[in-house]
């Protein structure tokens, strides 16, 4: 009980700190799905295993973000109806693949380590979509 009373103070000033960027990202993800048709989205992700789950990596590397918000994000994409996979391997590259950050990584931790740990990153985001969605007997 000792513990507790500063754990939960810890975790409410945590989230004050951190509504604003969930207050900004749900009012960006609402004006996105007003704005680009819910028809765009199909037309990019054609439920095919492995192309859907090759486009959602690929915008997840370009797009990379905080793992906070990939919560929100993830939920508003399979709600206007793009498929399971491509929405995993989108969540997974934006959390682990950092193309914006490449050049600050590879000045920090060289740039062969940041070129190979984003390229299996890619990968790794791409069989992890493929994995889950077959392990979980989803639709694609």
């Not at 590397?61 to 399971?84: D, R, T, W």
């Not at 380590?113 to 969605?133: D, G, H, K, M, Q």
Request: proline residues 4%.
């Amino acid at each position: 009980m000792k513990r507790f009373k500063p754990a939960v103070f810890s975790a409410a000033k945590m989230f004050w700190k951190a509504s604003p960027l969930i207050l900004g990202t749900i009012l960006l993800v609402s004006f996105l799905v007003t704005v680009i048709p819910q028809s765009f989205y199909l037309k990019i992700f054609t439920r095919n295993i492995f192309l859907d789950s090759f486009i959602g990596s690929l915008i997840g590397s370009i797009s990379a973000g905080n793992p906070l918000i990939s919560y929100i994000l993830g939920g508003e994409l399979l709600k206007i109806g793009v498929g399971l996979i491509a929405v995993t391997a989108f969540l997974v590259a934006w959390v682990t693949v950092g193309i914006v950050q490449l050049p600050a990584e590879s000045m920090i931790l060289g740039k062969k380590f940041a070129i190979i740990r984003n390229v299996l990153s890619f990968i790794f985001a791409i069989i992890v979509a493929v994995l889950t969605v077959l392990l979980l007997g989803g639709g694609l």
